[in-house]
């Protein structure tokens, strides 16, 4: 069943990098503000990153969990309108940088609020709060138990570094005994981290809520593989591809392409596909189940390692020296069905089907019915053909400006040479007047195309250069920081941005 998107817009922005008092983005005013920034600017979609916990280098697609949320999205103003901190308590901000996110500073400072309203709930909550709590953890427990324990671990044995792999080797093997007196010893740590996940959940559901009420939809990412450090691989080491301690024998990441020169190792572990088959694949099951909860629809990133995936030794520095092993095609996704698909045998989710993109990868992508992604900075190589260039899309397609991993489109155009600023020019059929805005100029070529879905990047909108890239690939520090202020939105950009959806027929309904 082919999962056909209806013709409509949308802005690509994730929560840290909305406004803020405390740091970072989170889930309080700005973003019900920004829902209604949205409506204004006649867009019916908001699209966000994954949204667990960071990891190494602050990226939201290292988690140390695929099914938890990131504590630090938790509006702290709510806490202190349930009367768990004080409105003292907030008064003492840090001085935090304007314009990005320094994540060490907004961590201890959030943490520590965190910690200091979960010791309240626990010692004054009422019935009623203790039930709600309560039933979130019965109905969290096939993941929730798993993670607090690990994060309880991780904050005991962890530091400096060290993984899961480094702990005592009882509780690294999960031996029951080990485990049962951990649970006991860290009671404490494991409910604070309970807590932290029952807020974030109920925060996000009262989002989605607000947004699904005003007819926007949240697209949401799930990112292909998960990390080494992580309370899934910990829990469920048989579905890993890992050596006799733990340690990932081979690695994820991508050959040489666009990016870089020496391909990306992302580091993550690969998966054992023959282990997950032998149990329906429940483990995906469960996780899509999960981040079908918090979005309307799913984006897979990347997509082609379901049919094959570039394979690393974990040994090796870079990812040039890996090799190409099958995935599990199609049988993931019938599984995912069987459970997941809508009134219409239809799975909501996107393909992020960038990068070396084979014939096999196409015909496993239409099997499945899912539609891809096109990009326009990568469009305008001077080869007619070129699969993105609108001229080329078919209509069950989501068009970007650019993604997440691109410069703005303004940083793009800068770094172009002259004959290749040339060729946008002629195919936009704009002269050299009209490139101050070029990024208006692309976002109207993306919003006019066949393309069902058409996404933009909130740089995009408000037209900023290179110093406000979301993420950089292949760089460990200094990405997904990025944040904005309304200061740099005005009335033009929400009547800009309805206008060409009008004009497009992008509004639905």
């Known amino acids: 069943m082919i999962t056909s998107l209806p013709r409509h817009n949308g802005i690509l922005l994730h929560p840290t990098s909305l406004p803020g008092p405390h740091g970072s983005g989170d889930l309080g005013p700005a973003a019900y503000h920004f829902v209604d920034w949205l409506v204004g600017a006649g867009q019916s979609v908001w699209q966000v990153l994954p949204l667990g916990s960071v990891g190494p280098g602050n990226s939201p697609y290292i988690s140390p969990s695929a099914f938890a949320g990131n504590e630090l999205l938790i509006d ?23 314009g990005r996110v320094d994540y060490d500073a907004v961590r201890r400072f959030r943490i520590a609020h965190l910690r200091r309203a979960a010791k309240h709930f626990f010692s004054h909550q009422s019935v009623g709060q203790r039930l709600a709590y309560e039933g979130f953890c019965n109905t969290a427990r096939g993941w929730l138990d798993d993670y607090a324990l690990f994060m309880a671990l991780d904050i005991t044995h962890g530091g400096d570094g060290r993984m899961w792999q480094d702990w005592p080797a009882p509780l690294a093997k999960r031996q029951p005994t080990a485990l049962c007196e951990a649970r006991s010893q860290l009671a404490e740590e494991i409910d604070f981290w309970k807590f932290c996940q029952w807020r974030f959940f109920d925060q996000w559901s009262a989002l989605k809520h607000y947004a699904n009420a005003r007819h926007i939809e949240l697209v949401g990412d799930l990112p292909i593989f998960v990390a080494a450090h992580s309370a899934d691989v910990w829990a469920n080491r048989q579905l890993f591809d890992l ?28 998966y054992r596909w023959s282990a997950h088959a032998a149990e329906d694949y429940r483990w995906w099951v469960e996780r899509m189940r999960q981040t079908m909860k918090l979005c309307d629809v799913v984006r897979i990133d990347h997509f082609r390692g379901f049919e094959s995936f570039w394979e690393i030794p974990a040994a090796a520095e870079t990812a040039v020296n890996g090799t190409w092993r099958p995935g599990p095609g199609e049988a993931v996704f019938n599984a995912m069905r069987r459970e997941l698909s809508d009134a219409q045998g239809r799975l909501r989710i996107i393909a992020e089907d960038l990068g070396i993109i084979t014939p096999a990868v196409d015909a496993l ?5 899912l539609p891809g992604m096109r990009i326009l900075q990568f469009a305008f190589d001077g080869n007619a053909k070129n699969p993105y260039l609108p ?21 793009w155009w800068e770094s172009l040479g002259h004959p290749e600023q040339d060729y946008v020019r002629s195919y936009l059929g704009i002269g050299d007047d009209s490139s101050e805005e070029i990024h208006w100029q692309l976002i109207r070529l993306a919003c006019s195309s066949v393309a069902s879905l058409c996404v933009i990047p909130m740089q995009d909108v408000l037209g900023l250069d290179s110093t406000h890239r979301m993420n950089a690939p292949g760089l460990g520090e200094g990405s997904w920081e990025w944040r904005f202020s309304w200061r740099q939105v005005d009335d033009s950009h929400a009547r800009r941005l309805a206008e060409l959806t009008r004009l497009y027929g992008r509004k639905p309904g």
């Open 365 to 369: 992508r239409l099997a499945i019915g």
């Open 391 to 411: 001229h080329n899309y078919e209509a069950n397609t989501v068009v970007y400006t650019g993604t997440h991993d691109n410069d703005t489109s303004r940083g």
């Open 243 to 270: 050596d006799r301690k733990g340690y990932p024998r081979v690695v994820a990441g991508v050959p040489p392409d666009y990016f870089s020169a020496t391909g990306q190792r992302w580091g993550n572990p690969l």
């Open 76 to 98: 702290l103003c709510q806490l202190r309108d349930a009367g768990w901190i004080t409105e003292a308590d907030l008064k003492s901000v840090p001085n935090f940088p304007a």
